[in-house]
């Protein structure tokens, strides 16, 4: 027995267009430039503006432990 279109489409929800209208574009404008191709020079920054966030984050991270250990300190001397 062969299957007609309409055999197939049982139970498929009727689809309701978009009456002619242009669709609404789906990405942003910052994350289509982002998937622009990039030069070497551009993945170069990148990655160099990468690599000193994640610096400065440690040093601010390792400042603060820094500190609170020498506040700790200074609080059990003066007791």
Do not use: F, H, I, Y
Request: aromatic residues 0%; charged residues 35%.
């Amino acid at each position: 027995m062969k299957k007609t279109l309409e055999d197939l489409s049982v139970g498929v929800p009727a689809q309701k267009g978009n009456g002619g209208r242009l669709l609404a574009p789906t990405v942003s404008a910052s994350a289509a430039k982002a998937a622009e191709p990039m030069t070497a020079l551009d993945k170069t920054t990148a990655s160099a503006k990468r690599l000193l966030d994640d610096e400065a984050l440690a040093r601010s991270e390792k400042t603060a432990r820094l500190r609170a250990a020498r506040e700790d300190r200074d609080k059990g001397a003066d007791d």
